[in-house]
C-alpha cells in the first residue's frame, strides 16, 4: 500500500519519526563535528606552543652565539695584550743583553789593550833592570878578594902573604881602598829601577824568566866579593843582595800566576757571554742554570763583583738578595792594584836605602793582584 494511502495517524507518526530520526542524525553529525573541531583546536595549541618554544630556543641560540662571539673576541683581545708585553719584554731583555755584550766586549778589548802595553812596559822595565843589574855586576868587580877567604876556606898558615895583605898601609890609604868600592856599590844599587808597574808573567815577554834569574842570581853571587879589611861589611851586601833577588824571583812567579787567573777569569767571563747570547737567541732562555753559573762565578772570584756588567746581569737575570749576597760575599784573588803598587814602592825604596842601611826593605812577594 503506498504511503498517501496510509491512514492520516500512521502517516503523522512515520513523519514524527522520520523527523526525530533526521533530529538525531544531525545532532550526531553536529557532535561529531564539534570533536573534530576541538581536537583541531587542541592541535593547533599544540603548534602553536611548540612555534613558541622553537622561537624561544631560537633566541637562546642566538644569545648564546653572541655571548661565545663576545668571549672569543675578549680572550683575542687578552691573547694579543700579553703577546705585546712579553715581545715588549723580550725585545728589553734583548736589548740590555746586547748592550752588556758590548760593554763587556768593550772592557775585554780595554784589558787586553791594558795587557798589552803592560806586556811592553813590563819587557822595557826588565830589560833595564837587566841592564843595570849588570852594571852593578861590573862594579862589583872592583870589590874582589880570594875566593877561599870570602867562603872560608882554610889557608895555609906557613904560606906567603899577598902583598896586598903583608904590605903595612896607612889608615888613610886603607880607608880610600875600601870606601872606594863601597861607595860605587851603593850608588849602583840606588839606581835600580823599581819593580814592574804591571803585574805581568815575565815568561811571556821572553827577557828574563824565573831559570834565567836563578843563573844570573848564582853568577852576580860569584862575582861580588868584599875587599881586603871589608870582609863584613861585603858579606852584609852581598846576602842582601841575594836576598833582593830572591824576592825578585818569588814576585814574578806570583805575578805570573796573577796573569794566569786574569786570563782564566776573562775567558770564563766571555764564555758566559757567549752563551748568553745564545740563550737569547732562543725561544727559551734557561735562567736558573745561567743565574747559577754567574752567582758561582762571582762568589769563586773567578768573576768581578765590581765590574759595570754585574749590575746589568743582577737586574736581568733577577738576583735574589740572597744570590746578591753571595756574590759580593768574596773578593777576587790577590790583592787590588792600589795594595800592588804600594808593596812595588816600598820595595824600590827599600833598595834605594840598602847603601846605608845594607838590609833592603823587600815588599811582599804575595802583594800582586789581578788588574780589573
Known amino acids: 500500500m503506498a504511503p498517501s494511502q496510509w491512514p492520516p495517524a500512521l502517516r503523522g507518526l512515520v513523519a514524527e519519526r522520520e523527523a526525530a530520526a533526521s533530529a538525531a542524525a544531525a545532532a550526531g553529525v553536529r557532535a561529531e563535528a564539534e570533536e573534530v573541531e576541538r581536537g583541531l583546536e587542541s592541535d593547533l595549541e599544540s603548534a602553536r606552543a611548540q612555534a613558541a618554544q622553537a622561537v624561544a630556543a ?65 819587557a822595557s822595565e826588565l830589560k833595564r833592570w837587566r841592564s843595570e843589574a849588570e852594571r852593578l855586576a861590573k862594579e862589583a868587580r872592583h870589590v874582589r878578594i880570594p875566593s877561599n877567604s870570602f867562603t872560608g876556606a882554610p889557608t895555609d898558615p ?47 815577554s821572553g827577557d828574563l824568566g824565573p831559570s834565567r834569574l836563578g843563573s844570573f842570581h848564582r853568577a852576580l853571587s860569584s862575582e861580588i866579593e868584599p875587599a881586603d879589611g871589608a870582609a863584613g861589611n861585603k858579606d852584609q851586601l852581598v846576602h842582601a843582595l841575594q836576598a833582593r833577588i830572591g824576592s825578585l824571583e818569588r814576585e814574578l812567579r806570583d805575578s805570573d800566576n796573577t796573569h794566569r787567573l786574569r786570563d782564566r777569569a776573562q775567558q770564563v767571563a766571555k764564555e758566559e757571554i757567549a752563551e748568553m747570547s745564545r740563550s737569547v737567541s732562543r725561544s ?86 789581578i788588574v780589573k
Open 158 to 204: 906557613t904560606s906567603p902573604l899577598p902583598p896586598s895583605r903583608s904590605a903595612p898601609r896607612s889608615t888613610d890609604s886603607f880607608k880610600d881602598s875600601v870606601d872606594s868600592p863601597m861607595a860605587a856599590a851603593p850608588q849602583a844599587t840606588a839606581q835600580l829601577p823599581p819593580l814592574l808597574n804591571h803585574q805581568m808573567s815575565v815568561g811571556r
Open 58 to 122: 631560537k633566541e637562546q641560540a642566538v644569545l648564546a652565539r653572541e655571548e661565545a662571539d663576545a668571549r672569543v673576541m675578549a680572550v683575542g683581545e687578552e691573547l694579543r695584550e700579553q703577546e705585546r708585553i712579553l715581545r715588549a719584554r723580550f725585545e728589553e731583555a734583548l736589548a740590555e743583553s746586547q748592550s752588556a755584550t758590548s760593554a763587556a766586549r768593550e772592557e775585554a778589548r780595554q784589558a787586553h789593550q791594558a795587557a798589552s802595553e803592560a806586556q811592553e812596559s813590563a
Open 284 to 369: 727559551e732562555v734557561n735562567v736558573d742554570y745561567l743565574k747559577a753559573v754567574l752567582v758561582d762565578g762571582f762568589e769563586a772570584g773567578a768573576l768581578p763583583s765590581t765590574s759595570s756588567l754585574f749590575p746589568v746581569l743582577a737586574r736581568l737575570l733577577s738576583f735574589s738578595p740572597e744570590d746578591l749576597q753571595r756574590a759580593k760575599s768574596t773578593v777576587s784573588p790577590g790583592v787590588k792594584k792600589g795594595a800592588a803598587t804600594g808593596g812595588i814602592k816600598s820595595g824600590a825604596g827599600g833598595l834605594q836605602r840598602m847603601g846605608s842601611t845594607v838590609r833592603p826593605a823587600i815588599g811582599r812577594p804575595g802583594s800582586s793582584g
